[in-house]
């Protein structure tokens, strides 16, 4: 009897564990969609984008000349043209751009 107990509550375990895994949505607040956005002020934290993907947002948002680009405090920054103005160019760990 006790074997049976046993083998019931792992199945019941096993079977919630499954349950859990199949909903739908993203917990990870990081990135919501993948366009890029203007914010007043980068926010900081560990930044996985790489290199080429933080000149592919930044292409993406219409900057072109993107010159050397560097990782501060998980903040890609670079300059970059738009507009015929040349600009300091940020990009946040949540993908949102900003410039000054």
Do not use: C
Not at 16 to 42: D, I, L, R, Y
Not at 44 to 61: D, H, V
Not at 70 to 81: E, I, L, N, P, S
Request: avoid cysteine; hydrophobic fraction near 40%; glycine fraction near 14%.
């Amino acid at each position: 009897m006790l074997r049976y107990v046993l083998a019931a509550s792992a199945m019941l375990s096993l079977a919630g564990g499954a349950v859990a895994q199949t909903h739908s949505g993203s917990h990870n607040p990081a990135m919501k969609e993948g366009s890029p956005k203007m914010t007043a002020a980068p926010a900081k934290g560990a930044n996985s984008f790489t290199e080429a993907q933080a000149r592919g947002r930044f292409t993406k948002a219409g900057y072109s000349g993107i010159g050397k680009l560097m990782k501060r405090d998980g903040v890609w920054q670079g300059t970059a043209m738009k507009g015929g103005k040349q600009a300091t160019v940020m990009l946040d760990y949540k993908g949102n751009i900003t410039a000054r």
